[in-house]
């Protein structure tokens, strides 16, 4: 049984950081695709960052870049989401998602092409 295990996430204050944590068992994804999104309250879910294991290359959400930084271990099972300056507006539920397939990079932002979701961690960034 497939199953996604986040975590890392809490209270921060304004300008501080976080380490988010997902890493995947009971199957492999080794030629896939696996991504962060996030969701805040009254707001549709958004992609922050993944990681497409075949080539390792990383793709981030819009105003994510800079700011984070994803990375994944040599097993291709853990991905890392590590979070600076972080701001109010970046308070949401963060779920890990998974793919088991290759995904062209045009599709990696789309949540429908992910076959595993985690149950999310909370992340709240306090003014």
């Avoid at 492999?28 to 996030?38: K, L, Q, Y």
């Avoid at 972080?86 to 599709?107: F, I, Q, W």
Wanted: with cysteine; aromatic share 12%; glycine share 12%.
């Amino acid at each position: 049984q497939v199953q996604l295990i986040e975590s890392g996430g809490g209270l921060v204050q304004t300008g501080g950081s976080l380490r988010l944590s997902c890493r995947a068992s009971g199957g492999t994804f080794s030629s896939g695709v696996m991504a962060w999104f996030r969701q805040a309250p009254g707001k549709e879910r958004e992609f922050v960052a993944c990681i497409r294991w075949g080539d390792r290359s990383i793709y981030y959400g819009d105003s994510k870049k800079g700011r984070f930084t994803l990375s994944g271990d040599s097993a291709k099972t853990t991905m890392y989401l590590q979070m600076n300056s972080l701001e109010p507006e970046d308070t949401a539920v963060y779920y890990c998602a998974a793919r088991k397939n290759r995904m062209v990079v045009s599709g990696v932002r789309r949540s429908d092409i992910y076959d595993y979701w985690g149950q999310g961690t909370q992340v709240t960034v306090s003014s």
